[in-house]
């Protein structure tokens, strides 16, 4: 097989592998062999080979535009600096329900916060990242046992990626058999990775049992996960696996520990009003108070 034919074939398997993950319309199959034929009997001059060499890169660049485009179940957006906000969506009594994450990219690699809850979305979230940052995700953090946040643990431990929870949430995780991570957090933990550190903390009971938050102290970074609602939210959502009673002041805590946050990243709800978590307090006292 010639340089060109090898070309030509790893770039066909490309688009049809991002016609498959992204749901592109692919057009009519082009049959190669005349091509490569001609090529073999050297019928293509060298301007014509460059002209379809910038051809294909070009088509190359709108696949990749495009492809993320038309990518409805899953959206990336801009945090700030080296933070990125990544959404995939599912059902919720009979409502599509947004799910919010975020990654880092340092410079040893990409840290994730939470998996997508979409299934579908495991590995083009992946390939998004590494198109976009051209950086492979190297750790990935899951901030409380339900599958909204679990869900991609196993896969993404399948593609080498260490995975971390508490020793609570993979407890919670196992009884309620849910996907598991490999490395076991024991207590609050600061971790370095590259240039940034950030701290796992367990303020208590709230959404769930095991609810942590996750805090870049420098950068002034809440990621809040379940536990913290939006500002718009009408209530503290689902609660059957929480604490009712305990919840205001576990977001009291989460509030001492977190000063002056610039960001407050929020599981379900606009993640851009900073006032979510004193409209979280606000909503757990109310629901204090009713018991």
């Known amino acids: 097989m010639g340089k060109g034919e090898g070309f030509l074939m790893d770039f066909n398997n ?19 062999k005349d091509f ?24 190359f660049a709108l696949t990749h535009i495009f492809g993320q485009a038309e990518n409805e179940h899953l959206k990336i957006s801009h945090l700030t600096g080296d933070f990125y906000i990544y959404t995939t969506y599912n059902t919720y009594q009979d409502s599509q329900v947004p799910a919010n994450g975020m990654y880092l990219v340092t410079n040893k ?27 492979r995700v190297i750790m990935c953090f899951a901030t409380h046992w339900h599958s909204d946040k679990t869900a991609g643990l196993e896969y993404y431990k399948q593609q080498g990626i ?3 929870t508490t020793v609570l949430t993979d407890q919670l995780s196992k009884k309620n058999k849910k996907k598991r991570a490999e490395f076991l957090m024991v207590k609050d933990t600061v971790f370095h990775v ?14 769930t049992e095991d609810n942590i938050i996750i805090w870049f102290k420098k950068e002034k970074i809440l990621y809040g996960g379940c536990l913290i609602k939006g500002a718009d939210a009408e209530d503290l959502g689902y609660l059957d696996d929480g604490n009712r009673t305990e ?9 001492k520990k977190c000063r002056k946050p610039k960001y407050i990243i929020v599981a379900h709800s606009d993640w851009k009003n900073i006032n979510s978590l004193k409209h979280s307090i606000m909503m757990a006292k109310e629901l204090k108070n009713k018991k």
């Open 247 to 255: 919840y205001a002041s576990t977001l009291k805590k989460v509030q």
């Open 14 to 32: 490309y688009f049809q592998s991002l016609t498959d993950n992204y749901k592109l319309q692919n057009p009519i199959p082009y049959d190669w």
């Open 162 to 164: 260490k995975t971390y």
């Open 194 to 207: 590259g240039q940034y550190s950030f701290e796992t903390y367990y303020p208590g009971q709230g959404h």
């Open 36 to 59: 490569y034929d001609r090529i073999n009997n050297n019928t293509i001059n060298r301007h014509t080979m460059r002209t379809i060499t910038s051809t294909i890169a070009f088509i």
């Open 109 to 135: 690699g990409v840290i994730m916060f939470d998996t997508p809850w979409d299934t579908t979305q495991f590995q083009p979230l992946l390939d998004s990242i590494k198109l976009k940052h051209n950086e």
